[in-house]
Structure formats: C-alpha cells, structure tokens
C-alpha cells in the first residue's frame, strides 16, 4: 500500500516581489528618471528599465549610468544616493499586482499554504508594496533586504524563511 506522507507536512511558498507578484517597473523607472535629472542627465523611456532591473538597486544605477555613456560609472556614488532617496519617497508609484494573482493567492492560503515574501527591494519597502496591494493578513512573512542578510540570489533569506514557516 502506498501511503502520502507528505500530506501532512506542512507546506510554503516564497515569492520573489518585483516582477512577480507585482508590477513594479513604473516606480523603478519614474524613481530612476527622478534620480538622472537631480543629476541632470537625460531620462529613458519606461521599458528601458526592464533592461536595467533585476539584480538590484546597485546594478540598476551602474546599468543606468553605463547606458547614458558614463562606462567607467564616475558619477555612481552621486547618482546612487539620488536614486535610494528619490525611490524610498515613490517605492509605490503606480504599483500593481499581476492579473489574476491575489485570487491566486487567496486561494492557495485558503488550501492551508503559508505564504511568504523575499526581496531584494529595500526592506521598508518590500513591507509597504505587499501591504499596499495584498493587505496586511495575507502573507505569513515578508523579507526584503537587510544590512544582515546576504541578497538573493544567496539562499540565506529562502532558508531564514522556510525556518520561520
């Protein structure tokens, strides 16, 4: 007889933020554009910046700056700093969640499936983007970046996470 011993393990799932349960890519780039002309450099168009994004705040602004022309990133400190102040003031502009994905969710927390958040977005901010567009009782736990904590893809945070769940 074969028996399901899983059933009764408790289950879990972390999702990444940006990207895939929300919408995220007009804050990164009204936020980004803000920062290059506090600088007085040229914005770029919105869909630039989804060749900009995806491994954090650090690399958006050397990817930034090295699309302007700047290649050796001179002006990255400069720019890095207008980037963290102009993005913790606009981290959710315009955000949104992904069609059909808090019906998702809902559903799967109702089948008994904690739910959870890792994030390399700023974790202040991580906190405010899930609040703002799934509420406050959704997710077991939430995770964004921590001076502590080494950034995904490390797999310190996935298995902080799986601890806490």
């Known amino acids: 007889m074969c028996s399901a011993w899983w059933i009764n393990i408790p289950m879990g799932i972390i999702f990444d933020l940006d990207g895939t349960l929300s919408d995220t890519l007009d804050s990164i780039s009204y936020s980004g554009n803000l920062a290059l002309q506090m600088l007085g450099l040229a914005p770029f168009e ?4 989804r ?19 700047d290649t050796t990133c001179s002006r990255y400190d400069e720019l890095r700093a207008a980037y963290r102040q102009t993005f913790s003031e606009h981290a959710d502009y315009n955000i ?9 969710l809902k ?20 906190i405010e983007v899930v609040n703002k567009l799934y509420g406050y009782d959704l997710f ?24 806490i769940l």
């Open 140 to 163: 077991e736990y939430i995770q964004g970046n921590v001076k502590d904590m080494p950034r995904k893809p490390a797999p310190d945070g996935a298995l902080h996470i799986a601890d």
């Open 51 to 69: 060749y900009f994004v995806g491994d954090g705040a650090d690399e958006l602004v050397r990817r930034m700056l090295i699309a302007d022309g």
């Open 96 to 104: 949104r969640a992904y069609d059909g994905m808090p019906e998702t």
């Open 46 to 49: 919105r869909d630039r910046f």
């Open 107 to 126: 559903e799967l927390k109702k089948k008994g499936i904690k739910l959870a958040v890792l994030s390399n977005k700023p974790h202040r901010q991580a």
